[in-house]
């Protein structure tokens, strides 16, 4: 079985501080991808990354960078000097090689005040 | 392109009625997927296509529920009778490979 966990449920930050979001996860295939999604207030899910099972490079991509760590089943992604716009839900998920269905995270809800 | 298409965006129906929700994915992709999303449970899988084939509709909560593509630019999903509990944002979502593209969802309420 596959489980995604995100256990911070709420981030409130100041403007221009940096905010990690923690994502943990749970699977016995050796090969799956783990995604990152932000749900603004507006409702959409927007894609922002994809890393599959076997690359474990850090990313940085402007502002946000997600660190993987296989050796914790971690993907955790930090959004630097944070901004109002950054409010929004963000969504870990994964899924296996074959089948791309993916089980997401409970959601963290990050709120960046001016 | 326009990225994936739902319709409507929000459906306001009486228990008991028939609801058919709409999605048009992104030209060029073989997987499509029904999501619905709840405070209580989240971001749910419901059904999965690829090439227009229903491969997994463990989702599906029920018999009162039903999904068809009937070719490679249209889907839907059907309640039949609605019901309260049904109140969601149902998404679709369409890939070429493992990422997943998402509409705007349809917001759907029951009264």
């Known amino acids: 079985a596959q489980k995604v966990t995100q256990a911070q449920t709420e981030i409130s930050v100041v403007e221009k501080e940096d905010v990690t979001l923690d994502c943990v996860y749970e699977?016995?295939?050796?090969?799956?991808?783990l995604f990152w999604y932000k749900q603004p207030p507006s409702g959409e899910l927007v894609f922002l990354i994809r890393r599959n099972s076997f690359d474990e490079q850090n990313e940085i991509s402007g502002r946000y960078s997600w660190n993987f760590q296989k050796s914790t089943s971690s993907f955790n992604f930090t959004i630097t000097a944070s901004q109002v716009v950054d409010s929004a839900v963000y969504f870990c998920a994964l899924d296996r090689s074959n089948d791309y269905k993916l089980s997401f995270g409970a959601g963290t809800t990050v709120t960046v005040r001016a | 392109d326009a990225g994936v298409i739902q319709s409507p965006r929000h459906e306001v129906t009486e228990m008991g009625q028939e609801v058919t929700l709409r999605c048009k994915p992104i030209s060029g992709h073989n997987s499509l997927f029904w999501y619905r999303q709840t405070m209580m449970r989240g971001l749910e899988l419901l059904i999965y296509f690829n090439n227009n084939v229903p491969i997994d509709d463990s989702g599906m909560p029920e018999d009162r529920f039903s999904a068809k593509m009937p070719n490679a630019s249209f889907s839907t999903l059907k309640i039949q009778p609605s019901e309260p509990r049904d109140s969601a944002v149902y998404f679709c979502?369409?890939?070429?490979?493992?990422?997943?593209?998402f509409g705007q969802g349809t917001r759907l309420t029951v009264v």
């Open positions: 699977t016995r295939d050796t090969t799956y991808y």
């Open positions: 979502a369409s890939s070429p490979g493992p990422e997943a593209f």
